[in-house]
């Protein structure tokens, strides 16, 4: 079986494409229209990822399961967020970046959007499904098969 890899931890990665998207829009503006319900709609997706992860975070202290992806996994939860994807804290994670990014008011945010979810998938995602598999064989095959990556 293939080793499992990593790029960097997904908070890492997300600060740092929202960082070069915060910086590009500095250096380079591409600023949406200014918009009040632009700007609430931001803040109503920020606050609904921030939601989505407290809830997600909770349920794996409730549980006791590692918050770590790196660490060995406890239990598989399949309840909850779970129960919609098997990401719930990287879903949540795009929704407060989309959200933050309209807040901010760029576009640069959007057009870097597709570089998170390629990062998050490949460089993170991909190494938690395979421990994930390594430590809960069929059970999380089977979870795999009834409940989406992402949404």
Not at 7 to 26: D, E, H
Not at 76 to 98: D, I
Not at 112 to 117: C, G, R, Y
């Amino acid at each position: 079986m293939k080793r499992p890899y990593f790029i960097v931890p997904a908070p890492v990665v997300f600060f740092l494409v929202a960082g070069v998207a915060l910086l590009l829009g500095i250096f380079w503006p591409l600023d949406m229209p200014k918009s009040m319900g632009l700007f609430y709609a931001g803040w109503a997706l920020v606050d609904a990822g921030m939601v989505i992860m407290l809830w997600t975070v909770w349920l794996m202290l409730w549980r006791k399961t590692t918050l770590n992806p790196y660490g060995k996994p406890q239990r598989l939860l399949s309840e909850g967020p779970f129960r919609a994807s098997r990401n719930p804290l990287y879903v949540a994670m795009l929704v407060v970046y989309t959200g933050g990014g309209m807040v901010w008011g760029s576009y640069w945010f959007m057009i870097l959007l597709p570089a998170l979810v390629l990062l998050l998938q490949f460089g993170v995602i991909r190494h938690e499904e395979r421990l994930l598999l390594l430590h809960f064989g069929d059970d999380y095959a089977k979870y795999c098969e009834k409940v989406r990556r992402w949404l």
